[in-house]
């Protein structure tokens, strides 16, 4: 992890390893609809041949959001991490962060399930994203649990009162048997999402409409994440993405 001393916005608690750290329950957040109507998603024919599994699959109605919040959120996790899943988000640093690099190759670590190691997680390109289907905005990310790699997926677009959140995890098959076979279990990650996901609309408005008008696009990320589709039908991003020289 780099040395270099990065700005965060919310304090981090230094846990020691083995040390418990308190519980709290949670704060108050709406359980979103999850939808079960939706289409499976289907693999491009580019990603035939690295034998991916999709892991996870959920699509809820959040409400009280829109994509351009979302958008927005990504670039500038550090100002509310903790008011995102309290009691569950135990921190957050970037190691490489989006106004160094734009969105793409930005590194973020986050204290989600474990108060000592952090979750290591590289925002990538859509070249990385392998379905034939994607919704009008895409964040995807690469991280690790133990040897394998995850690719995690949000895909959102707004709707009527709020956006459909997509979330996706991939792996590849020989990982997933790596695991099984190393007997290293998989997070059940099922409350946390809900956790996560239901309570957007009790901060982000609100911090969204504080840093509106901040005019240092250095210290107020915008991102673009809305994709299009290729003449070869996979995806990329409309925009680049990266803060410009002003």
Request: with cysteine; proline share 6%.
């Amino acid at each position: 992890m780099s040395e270099k001393m990065i700005f965060n916005g919310g304090q981090r608690r230094i846990y020691k390893e083995g040390e418990i750290p308190p519980v709290y329950e949670r704060l108050p957040y709406d359980r979103c609809e999850v939808l079960t109507d939706i289409a499976p998603l289907e693999f491009h024919r580019k990603f035939k041949e690295a034998d991916l599994v999709t892991t996870v699959d959920v699509t809820e109605l959040v409400l009280g959001v829109n994509a351009e919040m979302i958008d927005w959120w990504w670039g500038n996790l550090e100002k509310g991490y903790h008011l995102w899943a309290p009691g569950e988000h135990y921190g957050f640093e970037w190691i490489v962060p989006p106004c160094e690099v734009g969105y793409e190759g930005s590194v973020e670590a986050s204290y989600e399930f474990d108060p000592v190691h952090p979750m290591v997680i590289t925002r990538v390109g859509m070249e990385k994203y392998p379905y034939t289907t994607c919704y009008e905005h895409c964040w995807i990310a690469q991280g690790h649990l133990g040897p394998a790699q995850t690719t995690l997926v949000h895909m959102y677009e707004d709707t009527e009162g709020g956006i459909l959140w997509r979330t996706v995890q991939i792996m590849e098959e020989k990982d997933l048997r790596t695991l099984k076979e190393q007997n290293i279990c998989m997070p059940d990650t099922t409350s946390h999402l809900q956790y996560e996901s239901g309570r957007l609309r009790y901060f982000l408005p609100q911090l969204y409409e504080l840093w509106k008008d901040h005019p240092d696009p250095y210290q107020n990320v915008h991102f673009d994440l809305r994709v299009t589709k290729t003449e070869d039908g996979t995806f990329r991003h409309i925009s680049e993405n990266i803060i410009k020289n002003h």
